[in-house]
Each structure stands twice: as structure tokens, then as C-alpha cells.
């Protein structure tokens, strides 16, 4: 059983940065890729952005294409999102999440993802 738990959100302005990061244990780097999710009331789960096993290949949605950068510490066991130019749109609970994959693989459903965390709220208003 892989235990993820995250950190960093909070209640930020349109236009403001935050850092989201994620923490595996057990090891998580050389088996799964990593993912985040959010979900706002009323919607469905989507996905936002994913890294490889290696770390070396990331996808992102191209709603937060250029924004947002997902980044992986293989020594620490940590994913970390960083999120740009905030909008009220980007509001949700944001979920890490894990998935057994091949090599460079990045998985955007939510099926192929085992593992979840509890969720963080990120809000932004004004």
C-alpha cells in the first residue's frame, strides 16, 4: 500500500502562485507515475498534470498548459505542482495520485491511478 499525503494549499488571490507537493512511502519512483487531479463541487475529477517513473516526461491540461509545472525529487520520494496566474477557475480539492506504468508513460484517466491522497483545497478568490 502506497501512502501519499499532500501539502501546500491554501487560499491565494487571482494572479498568485502556489506550491502543491506531494509525499510517497514507500518509494514510489522506480514503479509508479505521478499525477494531479483536482476536483471542484459539483464536477467530475480531471486531470491537471503528470510526470513518468523517471520523471523525464510530463503532460498537462491544456487548461493550465504554461501555468502550472509538475516536478519530481526521486531522493525524496516528492512531486511537487507548482501553480502560476491563479484564477477562481482553479479552484478545487487537488488530488496526488499514483499508477503502476511503463517506462516514460504518463497516464491523463483517472482508471490506470491506484493510489490517491486525501486531497488539499486550493482557493482562489478575491
Known amino acids: 500500500q502506497v501512502q501519499l499525503v499532500e501539502s501546500g494549499g491554501g487560499m491565494v488571490q487571482p494572479g498568485d502562485s502556489l506550491r502543491l507537493s506531494c509525499v510517497a512511502s514507500p518509494r514510489t519512483d522506480e514503479m509508479y507515475g505521478m499525477a494531479w487531479f483536482r476536483q471542484a463541487p459539483g464536477n467530475e475529477r480531471e486531470f491537471v498534470a503528470g510526470?513518468?517513473?523517471?520523471?523525464?516526461?510530463?503532460k498537462y491540461a491544456d487548461s493550465v498548459e504554461g501555468r502550472f509545472t509538475i516536478s519530481r525529487e526521486s531522493h525524496r520520494n516528492t512531486v511537487h505542482l507548482q501553480m502560476g496566474s491563479l484564477t477562481a477557475e482553479d479552484t478545487a480539492v487537488y488530488y496526488c495520485a499514483a499508477a503502476p506504468v511503463l517506462p516514460g508513460a504518463v497516464k491523463t484517466d483517472v482508471l490506470p491511478y491506484q493510489y490517491w491522497g486525501r486531497g488539499i483545497q486550493v482557493n482562489v478568490s478575491s
Open positions: 510526470i513518468s517513473r523517471g520523471g523525464t516526461k510530463t
